[in-house]
């Protein structure tokens, strides 16, 4: 399977910004998919993802603010982010597996696929 994801871009303190993760290959169904980010300077860091029976987990400094969607007809994976702080600034990756499980779905080494990663740059 391969993933790719793009719509990064610049965007002031308090605005929205979605993501997508294009997936090809397999159904969406067949695989868990996340959300992690990376700070320039910082290790890479669970963002938000959910399972394939409909569990989601969200980091703390998310919650209530950004959301995982996906549609399994376009194969396309979704992060909404709304009121975007400068501490969101990271390139943020999508990624899949196939047989993870819910406990381990904050663990970056659980996932086998990776998309390249696009860039988010919140201005204060």
């Known amino acids: 399977v391969q993933l790719q994801a793009f719509g990064g871009g610049l965007v002031q303190t308090g605005g929205s910004l979605r993501l997508s993760c294009a997936v090809s290959g397999r159904s969406l169904n067949a695989y868990v998919m996340a959300w992690f980010r990376q700070a320039a300077g910082k290790e890479r860091e669970f963002v938000v993802g959910?399972?394939?029976?409909?569990?989601?987990a969200s980091a703390d400094s998310v919650k209530g603010r950004f959301t995982i969607s996906r549609d399994t007809a376009k194969t396309t994976v979704y992060l909404q982010m709304n009121d975007l702080k400068p501490e969101d600034t990271a390139v943020y990756y999508c990624?899949?597996?196939?047989?993870?499980?819910?406990?381990?779905?904050?663990?970056?080494?659980?996932?086998?696929?990776w998309g390249q990663g696009t860039l988010v740059t919140v201005s204060s």
């Open positions: 959910f399972t394939r029976s409909g569990g989601s």
């Open positions: 990624a899949a597996d196939r047989n993870l499980i819910l406990s381990n779905i904050r663990t970056q080494s659980a996932y086998a696929y």
